[in-house]
């Protein structure tokens, strides 16, 4: 079945404490993206990847970082985070990022810092 | 101007009824939209996409394009109590570079 697959679903942690969340595509595709979703603000892009080693910034990457060291997988990472990193996010794919494809979501994670 | 805005609240519609939504978008240059649909809690779900001035449809969704008013619609017929749920609006702001804007969504309700 294809999918976007992110790890964890659901995570509770504490201010400062390193978390990786995982995002695995089984499509192929090239292109793949980070979004939060907040209240009132709508889904936000926070890092994209065109495709193998190359990634970039979106509207709201400050407090992130971001891999793409395999074509499937586009791992989202927080150094030192913080209680306004508490968001619902989702990773994305689309077949191509040079043309435009409709991005397929993952399940989501919802990420609780305190 | 916000990128995409969706300014309706939410919609209540009878089941059977058609829901209108609206989204304009302020990139004159935006070269594809794409409607989601999200239940809560749960992931946003392409529903349709457009590229073209003009009506495109399929099943219950059509979608409309006027890329000189800067606005896309979605219209959803004979709506179903399962069609509840929060549309969002995307638009693909940059050809090259598939960066998507969101609209804040719409919430419809289908009333049975």
């Known amino acids: 079945e294809a999918q976007v697959t992110q790890n964890p679903r659901y995570l509770i942690t504490v201010t400062g404490k390193k978390l990786t969340v995982t995002c695995s595509q089984n499509?192929?595709?090239?292109?793949m993206s980070w979004y939060r979703q907040d209240p009132g603000l709508g889904l936000r892009q926070i890092y994209y990847?065109?495709?193998?080693?190359?990634?970039d910034k979106g509207d709201v990457p400050e407090g992130y970082k971001v891999s793409r060291k395999e074509k499937r997988n586009f791992p989202l990472i927080l150094e030192s985070p913080s209680p306004n990193q508490t968001s619902l996010y989702f990773c994305?794919?689309?077949?191509?990022?040079?043309?435009?494809?409709?991005?397929?979501f993952g399940d989501g994670t919802r990420l609780s810092i305190l | 101007q916000k990128e995409v805005e969706q300014n309706s609240g939410p919609l209540s519609v009878p089941e059977g009824a058609i829901a209108s939504l609206n989204c304009t978008y302020s990139d004159r240059g935006s070269q594809s939209f794409f409607w989601y649909r999200q239940y809560s809690g749960k992931s946003p779900e392409l529903i349709m996409f457009i590229y073209s001035n003009g009506d495109k449809e399929d099943g219950r969704f059509t979608a409309q394009l006027n890329k000189a008013s800067q606005y896309v619609s979605l219209l959803i017929r004979d709506s179903q109590p399962s069609d509840s749920a929060t549309y969002l609006c995307?638009?693909?702001?940059?050809?090259?570079?598939?960066?998507?804007?969101f609209g804040k969504g719409n919430q419809v309700v289908v009333i049975p």
């Open positions: 990847s065109m495709n193998v080693e190359v990634t």
């Open positions: 995307a638009v693909n702001l940059y050809y090259g570079n598939n960066r998507l804007a």
């Open positions: 499509m192929n595709h090239e292109y």
């Open positions: 994305a794919s689309s077949l191509e990022g040079r043309s435009n494809q409709p991005q397929h």
